[in-house]
C-alpha cells in the first residue's frame, strides 16, 4: 500500500535586534494590539548582545495568535474558523464565535475603514475576484507577510505567508491575464 504525505510551506519569520535598533519605533509599531509591554524585555535584552539577534516573529503577535502558528483547529461539527473568523478576532483575547460571513461583513463595515497608504500590522487584507467576489481574507504584519488560514477545514493550519505567496495560490482558478484585487482595511480609533 502506498501513502503520500502532503506538504505544506511553512514560513519562519524573524526579526534582527541590534544594539543600533531604534526599539521605541519598534515597540510603537508592535504594539497595535497592546502587546508593547509584553515585548519590551525580550527586545531591550537582544538590543544589549554586541553582535544583536534574531527574534522569531510570533513572539511580537498576541499570545492567543502565537499559541496558533503552524496548528490545525480542533473543531465541533459544523463549527468553522475560517479565514473571517482568524481575521477579525485577531487582536481578541477572548474569541467570537464562528459566524456567517454576512456577519463578518457588517463588522468590516461598522469597526473598520478603507486604506489607501501603506499597510501596517493588524490591517485586514481582503482578497477579491475581478467581479468584487469576496474570497479571503487575513491580517497584515509587516515586510508583506500575513497571518491566515486557508479555508474553514481543520486541516487548514493558522500560518504565515508572504504576500506573493498567498496571492498565488487564491489565483489558481482566476481566468487567463485576471488578477485579484486587494482592499485593504483598518480598525478605526
Known sequence: MAQAFVGRPVLFASIQVTPQT?????????DAGGHGKDIRPLVEAAARVPQGMSISLAYFLPPQI???????????????????WTTFNFFRETPEPPARVRFW?????????PITDAPRYGDVLLLLKPDN?????CVYLADDIVYTKNGGSPFAPWQLMTLADLLEFYSWDLPEHATLKLGWYRKQS
Open 105 to 113: 461583513r457588517d463588522k468590516l463595515k461598522n469597526e473598520y475603514h
Open 22 to 30: 531604534d526599539l521605541e519605533a519598534l515597540l510603537r509599531y508592535w
Open 66 to 84: 502565537r499559541a496558533r502558528i503552524n496548528t490545525f483547529p480542533l473543531t465541533t461539527p459544523g463549527e468553522e474558523l475560517n479565514c473571517h
Open 133 to 137: 467576489t469576496l474570497i479571503h481574507s
